[in-house]
Every structure is written in structure tokens, then in C-alpha cells.
């Protein structure tokens, strides 16, 4: 059996990130990725940045996780790199003396939320470097970020770009593993995590957490074979806005609605996926007030749909049939479960049983549980409730049901 580290099933206990798109991007309206447009130092002065704010409104929301991007495909550095002018030191921003890496990882540990850092390992022109100067211009930058600044819980590498580009990856693993034993790495050359091969915010099913394959980049269909099978959550990333990863002007009417937000909810924690959410901090370096806002709300629904179970365990276990059983009849419309040891069930289903008399009724029909499985279905008046396992094995750890309004 493959058997997960503990900082895997860790990231799987965070369920909810935010990820913050910021950059020298974020002063220059219509700049699209790979677009190789010039974005001059001189635009970049976030007067108001208060890393802070972000992490309040992600903390508030319910967010376990939080992730930055400290460089992407324009090579803009968010810290004083040492190996690039094209850095924040070279801006108006507090004359050059500003480190937004550094204070957004004081603001992730003052708030308690775990720290990410994404980082692209391709950039605009950087095949006019040979393949051992750019793996050594790599290596430089991304050991700054994990000396520099504390413990890193989570390094994220975005595959858009590398398209038949070889890294002398053994060595950068073994740099980045030397520097942060306990990091966990998202989706590339030796990782803890995969992406779930889309962005807009849904996980398949069945969700496996044992897989030989990774997608990776959204410019093409052909997966990473991995040497071997691996255990590998998955994480989803989805843009509050419609159309942009980083601040626009253009987009304010585009924020997700809440009914769209929760639906999302159900396709990603629903499914056992961690979700990562990207709100862009505009040009004073603050969140927007909507989608502050949006935000909030998404969380405290949440936590209104789910607070009250109306049992604290399931009432028998015969074989593979999970019982739980009411003194009265009540209403039921969801159901969430967890595995004991994440990744044996296979198929599942769920069927209630009619308050007065008659056979049991089979309402939701699923595959895998993982960490979590939220299970919703039309309101049914029962007095029990029984979740099947189909196939594999195992054992449920949580069975709990609700009635969500």
C-alpha cells in the first residue's frame, strides 16, 4: 500500500486556500499571459498594501491556507531578488526598499493560516538563457524564498510555459527538499499534490487519491507519466472573477455569485478536493470591497449549512452497511463522510428508509469518499438512514446528516 506523508494528509485537513495573484501585472490593465508585452518598474506602487487585510478576509472566510505569487511568467519579482532587476527593489514602491513576500508571510503566521508560496518556473524570454544557466537562475531565486523567510509550508510551480522545456529537475528537488524537508510541493517533479487539469473550480469523480499520472499545464492535453503510482490529493484552482487571474477594472461584474460559489463548494471539499481560491489585490494593494465581501459570505454560509448535525455518530456497523438511527422521524437532505484511512471506497450509495413502513429508498450513489464527501439530496422524513460500501474497503469515520435550508 502506498502510504501518504503526514504533511499530505495535513493539506488535506486545510480543505480552503486563497490564492493572491499580485504583481507588477496588477498596474497594467489588458496584459494577458505570454502576451510579451513590456510592463515598465515605474508602474508598481501599491501605497496602500496591507497584507494583513488579505489575510484577515481569508481567515474570516474560513481559509486554512493562503498562497502568493511571488514570481510569474514576466519574471516580475514580489521580493528584493539578488538575481533579477526586474524586482521590487527597482520600483517607487517605498523607494525600493518593500518586500511584499515578507509581508505577507508575517501576515499568514499573525492570522494562523498556513503558508504558500507559487512560483513559475518559466518566464518571458527565458530560453535565451542555456538550460544550465536558467536551472542555476531557478535554483538562486527559489533558495531565497525558502532562507529567507521562515518556514514555507507549500511551494506551488506552475507548468503553464515549460511545454517541452527540460529542468535538471533531480537538482532543484533535492535544493528546495535540502532547504524544507517538510514542504509540500503542487504538481511538479517530485510531488506532494496535483492539479485537477482545469480552473474552473470542479473535481472529478471518482476523485482517486492514488494515481501515475499528472495533467500539467493548461496549454496542453498530454499528462506526466510518473514512474510510479503515488498518493496525491487534489487541489483545485478557480478565480473569484470571470476572466482574470490578476486585477482588472474590466471584470467587477463578473465576481462569482454565491449560489455559483456553493456549487463549487459541493464539486471540490464535496468531493474530498482541497479548494484554492484566487482573489487579485488591486492597485492599492488591498483586497476589493466585493469580492471581500463575496468571500465572507461564501464562508459563513458554509458554516451555517453545516453547523448543526443532527446526530453525533452513526448507531451500528454491520459488514458494509453504516447505520444511523433517530428516536423521531426527521427531515434529511445531506449526508458528509470520511474515510478512517483515506482512499478505499470505491463505490458507495446511500438509501433511507420510510418513516411508517416499506423498503428502503436509495437517494445519492457515489464513488470515492477520501477526506470528505458531502452528499446532498431532495428532503426525505425518516428515521433511518444506512450508507452502503459497494466496493473496496476500509472504514467510515464520519457519518453525519443534516437538513440544510
Sequence with gaps: MIKPKNEQLDFLEWEFGVFFHFGIRTFYEGHKDWDMKDMPLSGFNPTKLDCNQWLKVSKDAGAKYAILVCKHHDGFANWPSKYTGYSVANTPWKNGSGDVVQEFTVACRAHGLKVGLYYSPAEFGFTKKSAAEYDDYFINQVSELLTNYGKI????????????????????????????????????????????????????????????????????????????????????????????????????????????????????????ANLLLNIAPDRRGL???????????????????FASPLNVGFSSKNDNVYTVEFDEPKLINHVTLREKVFGFVNKYHIKCYPYDYGEPIKVYQSDTIGRRAVCGFPSFFTKRIDVVIEEGGGDIAEFLCYFVK
Design 153 to 272: 509550508d507549500y511551494l506551488w510551480f506552475d507548468g503553464c510555459g515549460s511545454e517541452g522545456h527540460t529542468y535538471d529537475s533531480n537538482r532543484i528537488v533535492k535544493v528546495i527538499r535540502g532547504l524544507q524537508p517538510e514542504i509540500l510541493l503542487f504538481n511538479m517533479w517530485d510531488p506532494d499534490t496535483r492539479w485537477v487539469g482545469n480552473e474552473s473550480g470542479y473535481a472529478h469523480m471518482p476523485n482517486e487519491l492514488r494515481v501515475n499520472a499528472l495533467s500539467f499545464s493548461v496549454k496542453t492535453e498530454t499528462k506526466d507519466e510518473l514512474d510510479n503510482e503515488r498518493f496525491l490529493p487534489v487541489e483545485c484552482d478557480i478565480r473569484m472573477r470571470r476572466h482574470n487571474w490578476f486585477y482588472s477594472d474590466a471584470d467587477e461584474d463578473t465576481i462569482k455569485s454565491l449560489d455559483e460559489l456553493i456549487g463549487i463548494y459541493y464539486y471540490t471539499i464535496g468531493r474530498g
Design 287 to 305: 483586497l476589493p470591497d466585493k469580492d471581500s465581501i463575496r468571500i465572507r459570505e461564501f464562508g459563513a454560509l458554509i458554516r451555517e449549512m
